[in-house]
């Protein structure tokens, strides 16, 4: 079998009418790293939550190595790891107690379990850390030991939600070494992201997510393709300058140009007959760029052509979540 | 990556054949979980000293403060009292059955246990049967303090165990009652606002603490068959003394009764939760 996930169709409305998925489809081919990639609230964390079976679709299927989540999900439970944004590893636990008790949980032996948690402690750069309260963790080391928990029954899928969420870019980039490593291992891997960079240096295959559906779908580089070859960026003095300039250059691209704060973008084919045919609409108007650059196209572009806004959330949405993932969840969306 | 390189089966076998090996892993399941909430419980000291303060200060208050102005029926008032703070106590203690689910939904340790190939019961079995070691520890160590203020064992010491036994079962069924408020709260603390309106008419309208005949005529009718005093006559009764039978059978209905209608209660509760 080639497809280690399959999703159809999925939907699931939550109380107060909030429509958390409205028909996700996609397929995960086994022993590739795959990204949904969206903003907050896109259903991307629904999706998790249906596939490792805490929650139920209202319409549609998934399956896990060819397993029904809904009506298989004792044994889909013995298939899959799960970590993410909200390390659900106990704080008052040291990381090996932690580790032993989700060892247990699986029904693994003793003798496994100790071998299993010190290999994984070991593995991770835990080791020193292992008898310490998890309390006592920096973000950074409690994430490893939250995927050292969620690989300790060996399993063959790898859910990530979120997993470097919240976390400095060190921490960040030892994170993505270690999911690195994994899919080279052969596990196969569905992780959400909400960074771009993060879903262009680690997944095969993309599915952009927003307002519960799946708006666009492939690999990195054909997502970046179906752009253009080039992005033309003009920064400007302030914003009202920007949206001039965005209006004397809406015929200059193939696409009407995006303005993001002082910025303005231009997806182009060619690229240097485009930047002198804007230079010279700009002058026309007497507004003079700050800076002028052409760039290759990066998953940011992607989701502002699709989407019509830009995917990064700001600074202060990004900080360690603790508030309950219900709110989150169920936060209101603004209308497009 | 030898360390993580995969087998293309999955490491546990797959679900339980059978009802024997099925019953095996809940059990499993329960003592796992109830290993890892007792070892919760000693890591916070906050806790663990709320809970061995607390029943000190209500023996030293109502023996030295209050105990004066009330007269016990017969006997000595501290001999009237102990039984009456075993059992406000392991009925306080319960709430914290509720605080702990409701602190293990908001930290999402609960969704990882839902992800994982465990039983489903062991959650509430585990919460509930921690909170009855808890209790045990708590039923030594007010006996260690009720001696050191005066109280004695009127009676003899198997029946005064068999008073421990009562205690505890009905804390356990109260247990459960709490966990489904602890289920129903969005967090820890409104999990523990929603007890306390609960517990304050049930443990202190009763016989725990006065004698009920003192009570206005009106409250008397609920002080008398309400499960707290129940339970505190027939605790008292096989601790100290005095007619046995009745107060532990009507005891021993009102503990299972309130097992029985509220642990389905519990269970739908924390099924339906997401």
């Known amino acids: 079998m080639s497809n280690a996930i399959e999703v159809e169709g999925l939907e699931k409305t939550f109380k107060g009418d909030i429509r958390a998925l409205c028909g996700v489809t996609f397929s995960v081919e086994a022993g590739t790293i795959f990204g949904l990639l969206g903003p907050n609230g896109a259903g991307k964390t629904t999706v998790i939550r249906i596939l490792t079976t805490i929650l139920h679709p209202d319409a549609g299927a998934a399956f896990v190595l060819g397993h029904n989540v809904a009506t298989e999900a004792p044994l889909v439970r013995t298939l899959f790891g799960l970590a993410g944004q909200y390390a659900a590893v106990d704080e008052k636990l040291t990381g090996r107690e932690n580790l032993s008790m989700v060892g247990r949980l699986n029904h693994l032996d003793r003798p496994t379990i100790t071998s299993r948690s010190n290999e994984l402690l070991d593995e991770f750069q835990l080791s020193d850390a292992a008898d310490r309260p998890l309390q006592t963790y920096s973000g950074g080391m409690r994430r490893r030991l939250d995927l050292a928990a969620a690989l300790v029954a060996r399993p063959s899928i790898l859910f990530l939600d979120e997993p470097t969420t919240g976390l400095d870019p060190h921490s960040r980039s030892e994170l993505w070494q270690i999911i690195e490593g994994l899919v080279e291992s052969g596990t196969t891997v569905l992780l959400t992201t909400q960074y771009l960079e993060e879903a262009d240096r680690l997944t095969d295959h993309i599915a952009i997510v927003d307002h519960g559906r799946v708006i666009s779908q492939g690999t990195s580089a054909a997502l970046k393709a179906e752009l253009g070859t080039t992005v033309l960026e003009i920064g400007l003095a302030d914003v009202a300058t920007a949206v001039r300039a965005g209006e004397a250059l809406v015929t200059t691209g193939s696409k009407p140009p995006h303005i993001i704060d002082a910025t303005v973008e231009l997806s182009v084919d060619d690229g240097p007959r485009v930047a002198m045919e804007a230079l010279r609409a700009l002058d026309q108007m007497h507004i003079e760029p700050i800076t002028f650059a052409l760039r290759e196209p990066s998953l940011d572009d992607v989701f502002l052509d699709l989407t019509g806004k830009p995917a990064q959330p700001d600074a202060s949405e990004v900080g360690p979540d603790t508030a309950e993932p219900r709110n989150r969840r169920r936060r209101t969306r603004k209308s497009r | ?274």
């Open chain 2, 1 to 274: 990556m030898t360390l993580l390189a995969i087998p293309h089966e999955p490491a546990v076998s797959s679900t339980p054949q059978g009802t024997y090996h099925r019953f095996r892993w809940v059990i499993a399941d329960i003592r796992t979980i109830t290993w890892r909430n007792l070892l919760r419980y000693v890591r916070i000291p906050e806790a663990l000293f709320f809970s061995s303060v607390q029943p000190i200060m209500f023996v030293l208050l109502f023996r030295y403060v209050f105990g004066g102005a009330i007269h016990a029926p017969s006997g000595t008032y501290v001999d009237f009292l102990i039984p009456g703070i075993f059992v406000q106590t392991v009925a306080f203690g319960a709430v914290g059955t509720s605080i702990g689910l409701a602190e293990d939904l908001q930290t999402g340790i609960i969704e990882r246990f839902r992800a994982l190939p465990m039983a489903r019961s062991a959650v509430l079995a585990g919460r509930t049967f921690s909170d009855l070691f808890r209790n045990v520890f708590v039923v030594v160590l007010i006996t260690g303090i009720g001696y050191a203020v005066g109280f004695r064992i009127e009676t003899n010491v198997p029946l005064f165990l068999a008073g421990c036994l009562i205690l505890l079962l009905f804390s356990y069924a109260l247990s459960w009652g709490f966990a489904f408020i602890g289920l129903s709260a969005p967090n820890a603390e409104t999990a523990q606002v929603m007890s306390f309106p609960l517990l304050f008419p049930l443990t202190f309208a009763s016989s725990a603490f006065v004698p009920v005949k003192d009570m206005p005529g009106w409250l008397q009718g609920f002080a008398n068959h309400q499960p707290v005093s129940v339970v505190v006559n027939a605790t008292r009764a096989l601790m100290i003394g005095g007619p046995t039978r009745t107060n532990v059978l009507e005891a021993l209905a009102w503990c299972i009764g309130i097992f029985l209608v509220l642990s389905p209660l519990a269970v739908h509760r924390y099924r339906t939760r997401t």
